[in-house]
């Protein structure tokens, strides 16, 4: 998918250098960017989902449960080799 977005110059810059350090396309290098802040941000989620459900664990939310469930699935299989 092609998409326009604005990026301030200094960032761009520090973008372009790294692409071409690494070898990798523009497209390449954002793609994994956004992938790797989206996965981080999944994972502060679950964080704050964990913690919530430790502080009052009679406050668990069966919907709660089964997104934490389901994540923690996700990452079990993802970091299996």
Do not use: C, H
Request: no cysteine.
């Amino acid at each position: 998918m092609k998409i326009a977005i604005s990026i301030p110059n200094e960032v761009f810059e520090k973008g372009e250098k790294l692409a071409r350090r690494l070898k990798k396309s523009r497209s390449q290098l954002y793609s994994e960017a956004v992938a790797d802040y989206v996965a981080r941000r999944s994972d502060a989620e679950i964080t704050e989902a964990l913690n919530r459900l430790y502080e009052d664990p009679e406050a668990a939310d069966p919907e709660l449960d089964a997104f934490v469930a389901e994540a923690s699935r996700r990452a079990l299989a993802q970091s299996e080799w």
